[in-house]
Every structure is written in structure tokens, then in C-alpha cells.
């Protein structure tokens, strides 16, 4: 059973930061609550008891990578297994939103974590830890290095930025690929290609949707997505600039990213075999990783 006052703290919540009526009308049929400890880290994933398949196995494997992230901190991962999907609008001209893309959010002064999507839950969850990892989250973003990148990729300055997620989903990208080649004993490299060439393909969807004009969006796609993958695309230059657990610099990451701005054209949706098993995104999908529900 869920706690009905937890339900309410949820409608409000989600009525004020991110009012996407499908996660509305979820946390509405909610009926059950499993709780999941490991260590410092307690998981509470919110479900339809009738409707939801919930593997419990796979919520603690996904739980022992989060830690290796949060050693010691108390973090509380609530987890609302929504089946909304991130994609693409219908409308080419519709602007996208947090209803597009975003599937959770952290207060890094506190020790909450929300997620509000099943899809791409298990990296969700890391780049969401990552945030409370201050060798890695940085909150200062110059205005000038911010005005630098607008005029640098066309982006109207009402546009949401934030280079941190950037360098957040990177680290995301990067722990997710290994905690899962580690796992299944498969190659990093081979991995970080089929992620790359996914990334790439998003990036010219999107880039399509520009007409020519100035970019604008109202969920920070440009750093989940274009930075990021600009980020990734150039790993090998990246690492001769920074290095874990020193703290990235704003203005040295803008330089950087707009120096490499150019990125191959990935025309074509693609499609990898990984141990016999097709392994594909639907053409629309917005989701920021291919293998991120593993």
C-alpha cells in the first residue's frame, strides 16, 4: 500500500516542477510501495501492483552502481514507475519541453532523488547520483562562457542551458557503459561506439528541427545531447584537458566544446547485434542513451 500523504506530497511535487499528465494521472493509479535497501542508499520504487512487473534482482544490482558513486551520504531514490516515453513530437515546429525529455531531478543540498520514468531508469539513477558528487557537479556556469555557446550553436538566449548536466550525462554515459560491460563481460570500446553513433544520430534529428532559425527549448536538450555527445565524441582530447576527481572549469569545457563543435553526420537510425539480440531505439525516441534500460 502507498501512504496517502505520500501521494499528495507527489501531486504537488510534479504539479510544480515538471506537469506531464501522464506522470499526473500515474501517481493517481499508484497502489503499492517497495523498499529496497542498500547500504547508505534506500530505494522506493511507487507501482501498480496489478500492472507493474517489478525485478527485484535487477533494482539491487542497479543500486550496488549507484553506491559505487555515494560512498557514504544517505540518499533517498524514489522511484515512480511511469511508462512515459521520451520522444520526439509529432509536430516538427512544437517546441520540446520537459514533457520531451527529462525523467528526474535532485535537490543536491539535500539527499532526495525523483524519477519519474521506467525508461533509461538504471543510468537515470547514476546521473542523478552524480549530482551529489561535488568532484564531479559543478553549479558555476559564467554568464559569459553561457553567452558564448548561444552564439557558438545559434541558441536564442530564452533557451534553458546548463553545461553541467552536459558533464553530468557524460559521467553518466561513461559509468553506465562500464558498470554493464563489467557485468556481462562485454567490450567497453565496442560499447562506447554503438552509444557514439546512437548520440550521433540524435544530434542530426535534431539539428533537422532548426530551419535555419535560432535554437529554443524549454528542457536543455543541448547539453543532455549536443554537448554531451560532443563531449564523448572527443574523449581522447577531453582526457588531456581534464581528469577525474579534479573539478572541470566552465570556461575551459565552453572553449572545448565549441572548439570541436564539428560532428560526423549520422543520418540513419542504427542498429547493433549484441550477444544475438537486436538491439535498436525507436526512431523518435528522445531517450539520451541506447543502452541505458540495462
Avoid at 198 to 225: A, E, G, V
Avoid at 275 to 291: E, Y
Amino acid at each position: 500500500m502507498i501512504d496517502e500523504n505520500r501521494r499528495l506530497y507527489f501531486k504537488r511535487l510534479f504539479n510544480n516542477n515538471y506537469k506531464i499528465d501522464g506522470v499526473l494521472k500515474y501517481i493517481e493509479q499508484i497502489n503499492e510501495e517497495k523498499i529496497i535497501k542498500y547500504e547508505n542508499i534506500t530505494l522506493r520504487v511507487y507501482y501498480r501492483k496489478d500492472k507493474d512487473k517489478i525485478d527485484d534482482n535487477f533494482l539491487m544490482k542497479v543500486l550496488k552502481r549507484a553506491k559505487i558513486i555515494i560512498k557514504e551520504k544517505p540518499i533517498i531514490i524514489n522511484l515512480i514507475f511511469t511508462l512515459e516515453k521520451k520522444k520526439f513530437n509529432n509536430c516538427s515546429t512544437e517546441i520540446l519541453t520537459e514533457k520531451n525529455v527529462n525523467s528526474g531531478f535532485t535537490y543536491v543540498n539535500g539527499n532526495e532523488i525523483f524519477i519519474f520514468r521506467r525508461e533509461e531508469f538504471p543510468k537515470v539513477i547514476l546521473h542523478e547520483m552524480i549530482h551529489h558528487n561535488f568532484n564531479i557537479h559543478n553549479d558555476e556556469f559564467k554568464e559569459i562562457n553561457k553567452r558564448k555557446l548561444m552564439r557558438a550553436f545559434n541558441i536564442d538566449e530564452k533557451t534553458t542551458l546548463i553545461l553541467n548536466e552536459a558533464m553530468v550525462e557524460l559521467w553518466a554515459t561513461i559509468l553506465h557503459l562500464s558498470f554493464i560491460a563489467k557485468e556481462n563481460n562485454w567490450d567497453l570500446n565496442k560499447l562506447i561506439y554503438m552509444e557514439l553513433r546512437y548520440s550521433l544520430y540524435k544530434c542530426w534529428q535534431i539539428m533537422r528541427l532548426r530551419n535555419s532559425k535560432l535554437w529554443f527549448d524549454r528542457c536543455n536538450i543541448y547539453s543532455y545531447i549536443i554537448f554531451k555527445t560532443i563531449l564523448l565524441n572527443y574523449l581522447e582530447d577531453l582526457n588531456k584537458i581534464y581528469k577525474y576527481p579534479n573539478r572541470y572549469n566552465d570556461t575551459i569545457i565552453t572553449d572545448f566544446i565549441i572548439n570541436h563543435k564539428e560532428l560526423p553526420k549520422i543520418e540513419k537510425n542504427p542498429k547493433f547485434n549484441l550477444d544475438g539480440k537486436i538491439i535498436q531505439r525507436p526512431d523518435k525516441s528522445l531517450c539520451f542513451m541506447l543502452l541505458s534500460d540495462l
